[in-house]
């Protein structure tokens, strides 16, 4: 399959960019299911290690010696995405994921985990009954049919949010816009875009991707600001040239500047076929010979035809999209013919391979 980049648009602001230091932070946290129908762990340490802690903070205390059976129960992870300015008392969705031998999760609920950040702080608490999208079965014979994965849910506003991640967001005199695409060309229009509407010097660019903007202390009027900015049109700069071909699926794509120089390619190939058609050898009687499996390999070599197609100077993406389509190549042929013209110079571009 191939496809073709379009010029550049005019995008707001806020599509392509983002300010910095206004961002999620990552929760992770360990916990137990419990309620599960004999699909939770067989026998794990850790998991009995945890359970047991779980009582004793109930005050119900199990001597060492004794053996659970806790098949009922199993060890998850939990992970959870907390947004940019969240406020205690907000919620939040987690995702729980079995880590020990449990089969599946369905009808499992989680009880109370912390979920703490990279700093080791707790920022939300989670618990609740998990949602599971996948189902697992399994006959006393061994056999199995499983759907999508069982052992992974979801709670829907499963996680309280207890603490706050600071930030700095009216502690400076500016703030920093980062492009998401690095583009000097970009970057520029970005400055002018901003300075045209609120003066010179409001806005300056530091590097291809970060621009700094002059605003004001006052929370309300900080918001006020940045929501106008957040939608001006910014006409953005073209990509550089290039094709990108994924080996993997066939796709190919062809960025708009790509440009041909004067070449001449010609494709074809030949197809080989390898058929086997095993004889049995039987030995006459009396001969005290023993029967055996003959080999016939049978090998046919089919020439196609190769189509000669040319480019001239200053060839475009639409003349080698329509030759393309001439000759009848597929993603496998077009990639060859691409390498081959990378190789040869004839591509005013880069050739990328993933």
Do not use: C, W
Request: proline share 4%; charged share 20%.
């Amino acid at each position: 399959m191939t496809a073709a980049s379009l010029p550049a648009q005019a995008t707001r602001l806020k599509d392509i960019a983002s300010i910095q230091g206004i961002r999620d932070n990552q929760l992770l946290g360990y916990g137990l299911v419990v309620g599960l129908s004999g699909t939770g762990e067989k026998n794990s340490k850790f998991t009995e290690q945890s359970f047991r802690s779980m009582l004793n903070t109930f005050g119900i205390k199990i001597s060492e010696g004794t053996s659970l059976k806790i098949k009922d129960v199993a060890p998850v992870a939990i992970h959870a995405t907390m947004p940019p300015f969240a406020k205690v008392g907000q919620t939040i969705d987690v995702t729980v994921s079995a880590i020990g031998e449990a089969s599946s999760l369905r009808g499992g609920t989680l009880l109370q985990s912390m979920l703490r950040g990279v700093d080791g702080n707790v920022y939300a608490i989670a618990q609740g009954s998990l949602v599971v999208g996948g189902l697992g079965v399994e006959g006393a014979d061994g056999s199995k049919v499983t759907v999508n994965t069982p052992t992974v849910g979801r709670i829907s506003n499963g996680a309280i949010i207890e603490r706050e991640v600071p930030d700095n967001f009216s502690n400076t005199d500016s703030f920093v816009f980062n492009l998401n695409r690095s583009d000097f060309t970009t970057a520029k229009n970005v400055v002018d875009a901003i300075n045209d509407m609120y003066g010179d010097g409001s806005a300056v660019a530091e590097d291809s991707t970060s621009i700094r903007v002059s605003a004001p202390r006052n929370p309300a009027q900080r918001v006020a600001y940045l929501a106008s900015l957040e939608n001006l049109d910014i006409q953005q700069g073209d990509d550089s040239a290039r094709i990108v071909v994924n080996s993997r699926t066939g796709t190919i794509v062809i960025g708009s500047n790509v440009r041909l120089k004067p070449v001449a390619v010609t494709h074809g190939g030949l197809t080989v076929t390898v058929s086997e058609d095993p004889r049995v050898s039987q030995p006459n009687s009396f001969s005290q010979g023993q029967t055996t499996v003959v080999p016939d390999s049978q090998i046919t070599v089919e020439e196609k035809k190769g189509k000669m197609f040319k480019f001239d100077t200053g060839a475009t993406l639409d003349d080698l999209v329509r030759a393309v389509n001439q000759v009848g190549l597929a993603p496998g042929d077009l990639m060859s013919v691409l390498e081959a013209l990378d190789k040869a110079g004839a591509i005013d571009g880069k050739l990328e391979v993933i």
